[in-house]
């Protein structure tokens, strides 16, 4: 099946500086990828939407200066969390969407970058 | 704005009993619904995918039943096993949006007991 992968899977950072999630595709090509965010015991909620070759399309209340995403290629998206903040720690997971899935809308999840801030 | 709610929030079983977890969501405007397991810290497995002009999906002890008009979703774990300890999250994708994004209950975190 397909596999996306999400590097790094766990990242300790201190207050202040920035860190780079990335997301990749492995097995497929994938024009929008999702990046979304998990409080502890809580539900996923979505940031932002990456299409590659253009800007992502953030949701509402989801600051853009701070959540930096690129969609530079087919296959990769990154995240990075500028001036991260103790508040900024969660669990972060991305999605990617088939090229080829165009009427079924199926996605397939990364496993997570889990970040602290000290 | 589509809500989705997941009850209960916990759940805990003795191993061999059948499990019930219930989805519901407030616009029935969906293209798909999707169970997912979640480990603790760990990504997110899928489970089974229903397309809206489906009723129902199996795969092996695991049946899910959608209601669209009605905005319910039910997954039933058959004869549970301490490995089916985890959270379960449901997710509904609107065909109002062009890009297929997610939209997540908050899960009902289920135990079984041996």
């Known amino acids: 099946g397909a596999v996306v992968s999400q590097h790094p899977s766990r990242v300790i950072c201190k207050s202040g500086t920035s860190v780079k999630i990335e997301c990749r595709s492995l097995?497929?090509?994938?024009?929008?990828m999702f990046w979304y965010r998990q409080f502890p015991k809580k539900s996923l909620m979505l940031m932002a939407t990456s299409n590659e070759g253009s800007k992502a399309t953030y949701e509402q209340g989801v600051e853009k200066d701070k959540f930096l995403i690129n969609h530079a290629s087919l296959t990769l998206s990154t995240l990075t969390v500028t001036s991260a903040h103790p508040e900024d720690s969660s669990f972060y997971i991305c999605?990617?969407?088939?090229?080829?899935?165009?009427?079924?809308?199926?996605?397939?999840f990364g496993p997570g970058t889990r970040l602290t801030v000290t | 704005k589509q809500e989705v709610t997941q009850i209960p929030a916990a759940l805990s079983v003795p191993e061999g009993e059948n499990l019930v977890l219930n989805c519901s969501f407030t616009?029935?405007?969906?293209?798909?619904l999707q169970w997912f397991r979640q480990d603790p810290g760990k990504g997110l497995t899928s489970l089974l995918l229903?397309?809206?002009?489906?009723r129902e999906q199996t795969s092996g002890r695991l049946n899910a039943s959608l209601d669209k008009s009605s905005g319910r979703s039910t997954l039933y774990i058959a004869a549970s096993q301490p490995g089916d300890s985890a959270t379960y999250l449901c997710a509904v994708q609107l065909t109002t949006d062009s890009w297929g994004k997610f939209q997540f209950g908050a899960g009902t975190q289920v135990v079984v007991t041996p």
């Open positions: 097995d497929f090509q994938a024009t929008t």
């Open positions: 616009d029935s405007a969906i293209y798909n």
């Open positions: 999605s990617a969407r088939d090229i080829l899935a165009v009427f079924s809308y199926e996605q397939y």
């Open positions: 229903i397309q809206s002009s489906q």
